[in-house]
């Protein structure tokens, strides 16, 4: 492909570095906020490429942010590095091959993610300092997406209060702009404090933490038909209260994960699940302590952002993948089903091909999706400040992200075009803001406007750190 924008030659200049750097931390995988290899990694980089480096963002160890260039609009990108646990697999495989037994992978491709962010801020740094441009590019190194909400806690630390636009992009089976649709969620970790006994000698003087904990799972469970058709409720076990089934479990603790479609919904359905919480202590004896252990907004859609995101991808065309990607995706889609496959195209309102293993095409921004819906901490930055994504086509079409399948594709020649694409998608859409400032001020007003009907109100109090 002829580069018919300069700054994707800036990105195809530094290209082999990032994807080094993108299969260093694939090799890595750390879960939330233990990302100390991979934030390692990415400051080594954010340095050799002369960026000004701010580690321990937010009080975050394994959050960094750097920065480049002098005065103008102050242009994010943002990039993750964490992984998943228990998804280990041998990469370029296709079969279930764990390299290491109960072991952490990469099931969302964020090791492409993060080095294609900084990749994109570093083409965008070149630029500014090479046309001699007003403007400063600012990486966000964001650990934890995964469950763990860093970005929350960045945005109520004031780390965006100055930003005029964020740009990000994730992996996945087709390229487009991201449609803005997401689940706000808050993780509350409930603990219940009972009363310990001799579970046959005398039961009678008992109080059993875990009775109230499966009660309060039953009342969420009866709760489930009388929520909006969007929202969900999951559940984890941290603590059963040990594993003697003849003592009356004296403490137990659950973690609710609890989602809903915006957060005035999120709020309300949050209040009904600890009355049932509440009501589970007072049917047991026992009583309830509670924690937010993280939370997160639903994404907020930006207009103006995403037509200047669009044209960039149409620029570019779709992802360029030669017949030895096409082979390899063939060979993964034998895992899968023919509802997987499927899924891909609902995602995108569109009509199932038959045989198509890589994405051809650039999904057209107005479209209706179909499926269900994920979280992501990218909502609190989209809430502080005017914010667009893409997708990009880095996988096979209907490989299940968090699963063996899409780790074993993160280091596929693939994968690395699809990363490549990204960066000079994600270059691009920060040049034509900065070289048109009247489109942030049409993605500033589009944002206000969001905000004069919804204020902002951070899912996660005041009160509380992150769990570092």
Known sequence: MKNADPIWDHVDRHRDDFIALSDRVFDTPETLYAEYKSVAEHVQMLRAQGFKITENAAGIPT?????AGDEGPVIAILGEFDALPYLSQAPG???HQPLEEGGNGHGCGHNLLGAAALLAATAVKDWLAENGIKGRVRYYGCPAEEGGAAKTYMVREGLFDDVDAAISWHPATFTGVNEARSLANTRIDFTFHGKAAHAAGAPELGRSALDAVELMNIGVNYLREHMPDSARVHYAYLDAGGVAPNVVQAKATVRQLVRASSLPDLADLVTRVRKIADGAALMTGTQVT????????????NRPLEETMQHELEKLGPVAFDESDLSFAREIQTTLTTADINTTFKRIGAKPKKDLALCDFIAPLDRHSDGGEGSTDVGDVSWAVPTVQARVATCAIGTPFHTWQTVAQGKAPAAHKGMIYAAKAMAATACRLVEDPSRIDAARATHQDHLGETPY???????????V
């Open 63 to 67: 959050a960094v942010i750097g920065e």
């Open 93 to 95: 495989v296709a079969e």
């Open 290 to 301: 509670s924690q937010v252990f993280s939370g997160v907004s639903n994404l907020l859609g």
């Open 457 to 467: 109100t951070c899912p996660i109090p005041a009160d509380v750190r992150p769990p």
